[in-house]
């Protein structure tokens, strides 16, 4: 069974298609959603009720900051143009889709995997995991083998060895990595609506449960097209911007 899995959606619909359309194509029967399935984009509502029609045929979904700020307010320390996306984006959801986002929970686990927005040592203070250290923290946090994570906007993938070795490498798109049972793994997929590696296509990662195995995907999308619609609902400016340089 292979299960696709998206993170910071950040309500695009055009990159969440597209996305969805190629997991499709690659044998995807299961789906998880690593939480920012808001903030950012203009689609907020057509993101959300996707995601509860998922949910409801049993996917996982999980809660990320920017759906935290939507549902319950922005914090003190929100950048600027995050919080008007987030103020933006409450204004257009109707109650029930306000409800699920306040619903979603910080974590969830299936069998051997965690899955989480921002890190399992605390996943609702929204700490990044930005290098090695924190990912091996992380990975300390949970008994479980493989742990999936968001919220970076870029592929990642680390490794602890039941030794305490840890090792870390960006995953090249399309080629399936053997998460081998000697070793804990902690895979960041990148994000589906706005990423930041320098490259503006999508990214999401296909799991392969009976091989145990995670392939990173890349999918080009009409980010012009989620731009205009970004610029026609008065986003801010650098949202939009950089969904064109993926920085």
Known sequence: MKT???????????????????ARAQGARRYAFLGDLVGYGPDPG???????GQVRAGAVAVRGNHDAAVAHGSPPNMRADARNAAEWTRGSLTADQLQFLAALPLTEERGEVLYVHANAYAPAEWDYVQSRSEAVRSLQATARRVTFCGHMHEPKLFHLSGLGKAGEFTPTAGVPIPLLPHRQWLVIPGAVGQPRDGDPAACYALFDEEAWAVTYCRVPYDHDGTAAKMREAGLPQRLWERLVDGR
């Open 46 to 52: 057509w993101v959300l009720d996707l995601v509860r």
């Open 4 to 22: 696709a899995v998206l993170t910071d959606l950040h309500a695009n619909r055009e990159a969440v298609e597209a996305v969805l359309a190629h």
